[in-house]
């Protein structure tokens, strides 16, 4: 099974700053099976980024996905009061995998 | 508008049964691949089964194998998650999920959730 270790597990910030989120695999993976998804508390999870670096429909263009192999990266440019939340990392190149989660949380 | 619509989670006591039901609207069900998630309480998300358009394959995650079945309706728009010999860990929000497209590709859109709750 595919392993994804998500880094920091939670990360204090303030609106404004710029927001650095990492997923690391267990071994490597297509970029092209690496989505990123946002959940706030009582909602379901919502796709942000996918194939690593593609922004879903009607996300904002502050929210940018980079990396391969086994190292990924979500950045948010400028956070956004209604961006603090859980992010995660899932891939889908062999089987299904989440990473355990980042919590973004106003400073 | 899309719309996943779960139904069927309750109370249910460890070693029985329950069924989940997920209706769908605003896309073309038949065409796409779909499956469920998981959350249990205050923890991350994990994919339980996945099944092909056509209905044809399926496939689970090794916690839910020989207990879960996924199946779906094309003619009702509706996927089904059969949930036997339940345990105290399948306590869970369980989602109904759609898959962009078949290979590589995200879950583009999920339902609310239904709550599964395992405990006697």
């Known amino acids: 099974e595919i392993v994804l270790t998500q880094s920091p597990g939670t990360l204090s910030l303030s609106s404004g700053e710029r927001a650095t989120l990492s997923c690391r695999a267990s071994?490597?993976?297509?970029?092209?099976?690496l989505a990123w998804y946002q959940q706030k508390p009582g909602q379901a999870p919502r796709l942000l980024i996918y194939?690593?670096?593609s922004r879903a429909t009607g996300i904002p263009d502050r929210f940018s996905g980079s990396g391969s192999g086994t190292d990924f990266t979500l950045t948010i440019s400028r956070l956004e009061p209604e961006d603090f939340a859980v992010y995660y990392c899932?891939?889908?190149?062999?089987?299904?995998?989440f990473g355990q989660g980042t919590r973004l949380e106003i400073k | 508008e899309v719309q996943l619509l779960e139904s069927g989670g309750g109370l249910v006591q460890p070693g029985g049964s329950l069924g989940l039901s997920c209706a769908v609207s605003?896309?073309?069900?038949?065409?796409?691949?779909m499956s469920w998630v998981r959350q249990a309480p205050g923890k991350g998300l994990e994919w339980v089964s996945i099944?092909?358009?056509?209905?044809?394959?399926?496939y689970y995650a090794d916690s839910v194998k020989g207990r879960f079945t996924i199946s779906r309706d094309n003619s009702k728009n509706t996927l089904y998650l059969q949930m036997n010999s339940l345990r105290a860990e399948d306590t869970a929000v369980y989602y109904c999920?759609?898959?962009?497209?078949?290979?590589?590709?995200?879950?583009?859109?999920w339902g609310q959730g239904t709550t599964v709750t395992v405990s006697s």
């Open positions: 999920v759609k898959k962009v497209s078949s290979g590589y590709a995200p879950f583009d859109v």
């Open positions: 605003g896309f073309s069900f038949s065409s796409y691949v």
């Open positions: 099944i092909s358009a056509s209905g044809g394959t399926t």
């Open positions: 071994q490597s993976v297509s970029s092209s099976s």
């Open positions: 194939g690593a670096s």
């Open positions: 899932q891939q889908c190149d062999t089987s299904y995998t």
